[in-house]
């Protein structure tokens, strides 16, 4: 079994920051994300880590979103700085541990507005 605790989402003006945390326990893993769903919109990726180290970001992210993890406590992070009103989506963590087995969060509200 593994759980899955998020923070960090609430409301922010455009050009603001948040930070969304997460923390998995449990089991081993491999990978730890974010990703997010506006309403009538498909769920996408926001931004991924490996194990190793290595990142993958949404095109719309690159250079305001920062994602990184701590393997010794099974954390991740989402730095988002520079934010719009087209982030608003609720922001769920993934996890894939060896072998497979995908796990989410409860998702957390981000909302971007004036």
């Known amino acids: 079994q593994v759980q899955l605790v998020e923070s960090g989402g609430g409301l922010v003006q455009p050009g603001g920051s948040l930070r969304l945390s997460c923390a998995a326990s449990g089991r081993l893993i491999n990978l730890m994300g974010w990703y997010r769903q506006a309403p009538g919109k498909e769920r996408e990726l926001v931004a991924a880590?490996?194990?190793?180290?290595?990142?993958n970001y949404a095109d719309s992210v690159k250079g305001r979103f920062t994602i990184s993890r701590d393997n010794a406590k099974n954390t991740v992070s989402l730095q988002m700085n520079s934010l719009k009103p087209e982030d608003t989506a609720v922001y769920y963590c993934n996890v894939v541990i060896w072998g497979g087995r995908v796990y989410w969060g409860q998702g957390t509200q981000v909302t971007v507005s004036s």
């Open positions: 880590t490996t194990a190793g180290g290595a990142t």
